[in-house]
Structures are given as C-alpha cells and as structure tokens.
C-alpha cells in the first residue's frame, strides 16, 4: 500500500467513525459532542502534519501519473479546509451552533412544535395570522445563536485570510472552482429567465392574498399552486413508490445496501454513509404528500452516487455535483409518465402539476440565491442583522447555492438523455449512464467537465427557460 493509500483509508475510518456519531445523534437527538472532538483531533493529527503539506508540495512537483497527480491536488486542498474547518474553536463554535438548532422547539400559539409542523403552516394554513406566527416562531432561535454565528463568521474569516484570502467565502468558492462574479453572473441571469414565471406568482398572490406580500404569503401560494394534492402521495405508500420505480429500471432495492428508517429528525430526510459501498442509510421523517415523496428520491440519489463512487476518499465527488446527483433522482418526480404510472393522479392534476413547474422553479431559484447573496454578503460584514433571513446552516456555509446548481445539473442531465434515449423512466440505459459517466469517475476530473464531456453542455452556461 502506497503511502497516500494509506492515509486515505485512515481518513475513510475516521469519517465513517463520524458519520456513525452524527447518525446516532440524530436518531436519539443528542449529538455526542466529546466523541465527535475525539474524531476531529484525530483527523487535525492525520491532516494537519507539516510533514505531509511539504511531502504533498514536494510530489505535486515531480508526479507524472494523472490519478495520483489528481489526489495530491485534491488532499491539497483538504488539508488547507482543515486547517480552517477543524480549527478547534471553529469547529466548536459551529457544533454549539448546530446543537441549538437541532434541540430548538418553536412555540406556536403556546405550544411546542417541530420543524415540520411550522413548515406544513406556512405552506398549507389559509390563516395568514397563523402563517405569520409560524414565520415568527423561529426568531428565538435566531437570537440565541446571534452571538456565535457572528463569532464563528469573523473566526472564519480570520482563517481565510491566513490562506492569503480576504474572505472565507472567498476561499470555498475558490476551492470549488468558481469566482464570485461568476455565480453572481449566473444568478443574474436564472433571474432574468425565470421572470414571466415570478411576475405571474406576484400577481397572483396579490390578486389573492394580499398587497402586502411578505415571504409567508409566497410560500402559501407555490403549495397552493404548484403541488398536487396531499392525499395522491400517501405516506404509507412512499417506500413501495420508490421500490416500484427502482424495479422499472432494472435495479433490485432488496440487494441494495440502503436501509431506509423512519425516525423524528429536524430534516425531511438524510442519507448517511456508516460504511462506505455497505452500508448506506437514509433517515426520514416523512409526512403525506409530493414534497417528501420528493425528499426519498433525493436522498435514496445521494445513496446510489455513494454506492458507485469511487473507493478514493479523495476522490470524492464536491457538494454541487453530489446534490445534482440526488435532484437526478428526485427528477423523476416531475416527469409525466412518472406521475401516470406510479400515482393515482387524474389527467387534469398531471396537467396542473407539469404546467405551474416553471412558478416552482421560479421560486425556488430565488428563494436560494437570496440566502446564498445574503450568506455571502455576511462574510464580507459580520455585524449585520441576519434576522431576516433565517435558514442557512453554520456548519455547511455556503452550501446552499448547490442547491441552485444541482437543479441545473439535473436539467441538462435530462435534456441530454431525453434527446440520447427517449423516454426516461424506466429505462435501465439512464442508470447505466450514470453509474458509467457521472458516479464512477468519481472526482478524477472536475464534475463542470465531467458533465461537458458527457452531455456536451455545461450546466452553468446552457441556459434556457426549461
Ligand atoms: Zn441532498
């Protein structure tokens, strides 16, 4: 075994030692915060030795095989996110950050309520009192966490800019391959594209609601217009909908190391990898309806992307690709011979779903970018109020423009196969085009030139109105 081999297989033992803590702590809604230190000082101790940054400076330079070349580029990077992720102080700071959101219990009308009720109010109750209490309930957390977020921005930062950046944001997104400009330049333009689709939701809510627009009335009106009713996506029928669909393509969900486990999680659904190609599971916390029907085909995306990655923990695809990967999945969902062979939907509400699609999509871009704006607008001045805007995570900054992106990858994934294979569902040359083109690669080459060379079009330029 070669000596990056090995180091690879001590990382894979320690994250998979990690995820086990994590998936424990959210089963039992007590992360066990001294272990989960134990495993990062072990992980600061592997990638945080200065004999390895000048042994990886050093073959950097003379390696001439590419897979290797690749590696040492990419635990280059690794380790100089380390040194900023699992600086001790940020590392805690984010985790007592994490913990409060994770054990918060939002009062409603003097009741405790979970996450997922505040949410089922703000998309579903016609009372836009109650819907503005449901919006309000999260301010205490809010004000609870205000001190270390704040903390935790200015020590990032401060990390950064020993890397020789003037921001962290700056950094991560010079990590992942883009500029800032560039994303911005983008965002601009999904703007521009998705706007007849907006202008008409602003119209219609005001024409309905009120004049006085605020973001609990918008969330009210997309459930309203854009998702099929509740009862067509019963919850005792989520995991037979997702095993009938695997069947279709060829894959058998008995022989597939996914373990699906309903349990009272903060989140609609997480896919957790306690042991890498064995042993994958995705934790749920299903409701009725189409959104959670959606969140087990995204997240059983993430499952199948693990199982067919590479055994390279370093070559490990990036956050953008990984939830493009899922979205591929959750894709499904919104194809119309999906909806008429695998719902009871009636022809009418497939036509209502398909033809408000853009309004969802429209919403969905902006509701992301402006968090992630805002996100970024908070690194480069960590006082400012960030009451207004609420659910961003602390312990994944900046992820959620992945969100954006993943929906992009998802769309010239499709258009690409579309045009190559037909008809999508239930065709086993889909998966195999994935497992081939997009999993196994792994992230030997950028995931923006793995599209490229496979669909001949890159997600962040291939613009249209879809
Ligand atoms: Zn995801």
């Known amino acids: 075994m070669s000596w990056l081999e090995e ?18 702590g959210l089963k039992h809604r007590k992360l066990d915060s001294e272990q989960l230190e134990a495993k990062a000082t072990e992980w600061r101790e592997i990638l945080l030795d200065p004999d390895l940054w000048d042994r990886v400076e050093g073959e950097l330079k003379s390696e001439t095989h590419p897979v290797t070349h690749r590696k040492l580029e990419l635990l280059r990077k690794w380790i100089i996110m380390t040194r900023i992720n699992y600086n001790k102080e940020l590392f805690e700071l984010r985790h007592n950050i994490e913990k409060k959101v994770n054990t918060f219990r ?8 979970g996450y997922a009720e505040l949410r089922e109010i703000l998309r579903k109750d016609p009372d836009r009192n109650n819907r503005r209490e449901a919006h309000m309930a999260v301010k205490p957390l809010l004000e609870s966490i205000r001190g270390e977020a704040v903390e935790s921005i200015k020590l990032a930062n401060s990390l950064a800019r020993k890397e020789g950046f003037t921001t962290y944001a700056d950094l991560v997104l010079h990590m992942e391959g883009f500029t800032e400009n560039e994303l911005l330049d983008l965002f601009a333009k999904l703007k521009h594209y998705t706007n007849p689709a907006w202008q008409q939701l602003i119209e219609l809510t005001r024409d309905n609601i009120t004049t006085d627009i605020q973001p609990y009335d918008l969330t009210y009106m997309v459930y309203k217009l854009t998702h099929p009713p509740d009862h067509r996506f019963p919850r005792d029928k989520l995991l037979d909908s997702l095993k009938r669909t695997l069947k279709v393509f060829d894959l058998d969900p008995d022989t597939l190391p996914v373990k699906i486990e309903f349990c009272d999680i903060p989140y609609g659904g997480v896919c957790v990898v306690l042991k890498h190609h064995q042993d994958v599971r995705l934790l749920m916390n299903p409701r009725e309806g189409y959104t ?11 499952a199948l992307h ?6 390279s923990i370093l070559l490990r695809d ?11 999945w959750a894709g499904l969902l919104e194809e119309r011979s999906w909806l008429d062979k695998f719902t009871e939907m009636t022809p009418s509400e497939v036509e209502q779903f398909l033809t408000t699609r853009p309004i969802d999509r429209a919403y969905a871009f902006r509701f992301t970018i402006r968090h992630f704006v805002f996100e970024l607008q908070l690194y480069k001045n960590p006082d400012a109020k960030f009451e207004a805007i609420w659910d961003f995570s602390f312990t994944y900054p900046l992820y959620i423009k992945n969100y954006v992106l993943s929906r992009l990858i998802k769309e010239v994934t499709y258009k690409f196969m579309r045009e190559k294979y037909g008809e999508i569902v239930g065709n ?3 998966v195999r085009f994935l497992i081939e083109n997009y999993y196994q690669p792994g992230n030997l080459i950028h995931w923006r030139d793995k599209i490229k060379s496979s669909t001949r079009s890159d997600p962040l330029t291939t613009l249209g109105d879809t």
Do not use: T
């Open 7 to 24: 180091l690879e297989s001590k990382l894979r033992q320690n994250e998979e030692e990690q995820s086990l803590i994590y998936y424990e």
């Open 106 to 113: 939002p009062i409603f009308k003097g009741k405790e309520l």
């Open 292 to 302: 959670y029907y959606g969140i087990l085909f995204h997240e059983f995306g993430h």
């Open 306 to 311: 693990s199982l067919y990655s590479p055994d």
């Open 318 to 328: 990036e956050g953008p690709f990984s939830e493009g990967m899922a979205d591929v």
């Open 428 to 430: 086993p040359y889909v």
